[in-house]
């Protein structure tokens, strides 16, 4: 469920603007999905994803894409 929701994400623009992935097992693959969707985002500016083991490689993919699309502040 967590996937599709990321698939969709960039294709769908939801109208929330916090999102709170915190505690679930997004891993580096994830983060790289969720990545993609944050660079062409306008409407989440809160990101949350604590506890989701993205490691090193899918944190450097997710601080690109906010650099990239500075929309998502914190």
């Known amino acids: 469920l967590l996937l599709l929701l ?7 623009q939801p109208t929330w603007s ?3 992935l915190a505690d679930n097992s997004l891993c580096e693959s994830g983060a790289r999905v969720l990545s993609d ?5 306008t409407t989440v500016t809160d ?3 604590s ?6 490689e899918g944190l ?3 601080v690109a894409a906010m650099m ?3 929309t998502v502040l914190r």
């Not at 990321?6 to 769908?12: A, F, M, R, S, V």
């Not at 969707?37 to 985002?41: D, H, I, S, T």
């Not at 506890?51 to 090193?56: F, I, L, R, Y």
């Open 51 to 56: 506890q989701c083991s993205v490691g090193d």
């Open 68 to 70: 990239e699309n500075p």
């Open 6 to 12: 990321l698939l969709l994400l960039p294709t769908t």
């Open 37 to 41: 969707a944050l660079a062409v985002n």
């Open 60 to 62: 450097a993919s997710l």
């Open 18 to 20: 916090t999102l709170v």
């Open 47 to 49: 990101l949350d994803v």
